[in-house]
Every structure is written in structure tokens, then in C-alpha cells.
């Protein structure tokens, strides 16, 4: 390796953005939860990056930001030259593991948990990753669903949808905590559904709000997201597809183009959701987590 190697910062959000764009090579990405990366994007996210230098020439990136709530440094973007597999697992050679080596000079700036997430056609990032020490802690799946015709809203028996309301955004938190077991304020909540690009349904029995989806047009136009939880004890009652169904036709009705569903590898019951909605996965990744690195 020459003199100059290893990584130094970033200070241009275009050259990143631009590298983001090139190293994922037209395929579908979310980045810093966006589907279309812009630099002022990286600037309103806080977003750092690094330059990866091999041989005296740039070789690769990373781009990442830090979470206050949870006080770790997520790495969002891993890329660079790589000799080994993803696949697991994989005996690497003397220049990925030196790679590695200068990766983890980098992670010892950084006083807190670590989270690495690769595209599993990354290989750099998933090799550097688990070289050192990061664990696999989860997968996470991209699905979109082109939008066209509004569908039909099938209520079950019992059940009725209605608009947010202020106030609705304490059940909304509830009702997510009891559904993934992540926890989110009110007034996260709160400010999403008051949002002008986004709609939110309520699921109500009895007065009682058993669940929610909340259909979000993402700042390019062409994209809609959502966020849909149901609480657990009203599983499997047909909820989650009367949600969906609305929560898509708002979509429609906002202008989007594609639906995306973004949900985690180990969780079936989404998974079967959004198979029964025709979400097609695009792009799929493996999260690393590491300790404070010493």
C-alpha cells in the first residue's frame, strides 16, 4: 500500500452524492430514508462522509450520520474494492483484511455503538463489516409496487377507518411500540401525520384505535411511502389489508408513481403483506452492530 492510503473526510455533499450514485449502479437505494439522494439532503441530515484511498487513488466512500435518540453512528454507505464474497462464510486475503485494518482505524473516532449496513451485493462493505467484529443483527428489504388503478377498500365486520385527529398520535405510538417494539414519541407522530404530503388512517373498533397507516409522498413525487402497525392482539382479522388498501389509493390520489414498502427480513407477517400487494423486492440488505470501537 503507498503512503497515501486509508481513509480521510469528505467535505463536498455533490462528490457524495454523486459516489452514491455511482456505486450503487442504477439499482434501487434508500439512503438517509430518501429514494433520490440530493446534497441537501445530506446537509439537513447531518450527514458525514469519508474518501477511501488506495494506491494513491480514491477507491471508495462511506457515508453515514449519527442517532441522537439512540446514541449510535450509523454507517449507510460502505463501499470499495473488494477481492473476497459476501457470501457467508469467506476466508478473506491479505488486501481485503489490510482494508479492514484502515476501516477500523476510522470506527476509533467514534465513542459509541457502531451500525454498518451493506447491500448484499456489496461485498466490500459486508467483508469489512464482519472483519471488525461487527455481528449481523438483521435484514432489511426494499419492495415497490407500481401504482395504477385504486382498489377497493374491504372493511371487516366491526372495524371502521377514519382521518387522524389530534390526540390520535398517543395511540399511534402505542400502537407501534406493541406491534415492532420500537419506541417512537407522540409527537413524532404527531408532526408526520400533519404533514401536507402525508395521510393517515385509523383503524377504530368501539372508539377504540387498533391501528393506523400513514401514506407519505416523498419529496421527488414520483415515490410513496407508508408506516402501518396494528396491535397484536387484532392480527390476522383482515386490518392490515383494509389499511393497506386505503393507505395505497391515498397514495394515488397524492400523485405517486411507486409504492415502497421497507420492512425487516425476520418479520413474516409484513413480508405476506406486501406479497399479497404485489411489492416485488428491489434490493436487500445485512445490518452489522458493534460496540465503541478501542
Known sequence: ?????????????????????????????????????????????????????EDNQPAGFALGRRHELRRWWHFEELWGPCEGSSELPTRIGKQDRS????FHRLLRQFRSRILIRA???????????????????GGYLLGTRRLSRKLTVRVPAGFKLRRFL????KDMSRIHHAAFHIQHPPREYLEWATNPN????????????????????RHDGIYGDFNIAVEPKFHRRGLGSALMERGLNDLIEMGCKTAVADYWLQNAKVQALNRKYCFRTVRAYNYYETEAAS
Not at 395521510?199 to 401514506?215: H, I, K, S, W
Open 99 to 102: 482494508r479492514a485494518q484502515h
Open 198 to 217: 402525508c395521510r393517515t388512517t385509523l383503524a377504530v373498533l368501539q372508539g377504540e384505535t387498533v391501528g393506523f397507516l400513514t401514506a407519505e409522498k
Open 166 to 169: 389530534k390526540g390520535d398520535e
Open 119 to 137: 447491500a448484499v451485493d456489496n461485498s466490500f462493505g459486508n467483508i469489512i463489516a464482519r472483519e471488525v467484529g461487527a455481528q449481523w443483527c
Open 1 to 53: 500500500m503507498s503512503k497515501k492510503s486509508g481513509w480521510i473526510p469528505a467535505r463536498d455533499p455533490a462528490a457524495l452524492t454523486d459516489l452514491c450514485l455511482q456505486w450503487n449502479k442504477g439499482r434501487f437505494y434508500e439512503i438517509l430514508w430518501e429514494y433520490t439522494l440530493t446534497p441537501t439532503t445530506l446537509r439537513a441530515k447531518n450527514a458525514r462522509g469519508w474518501l477511501y484511498y
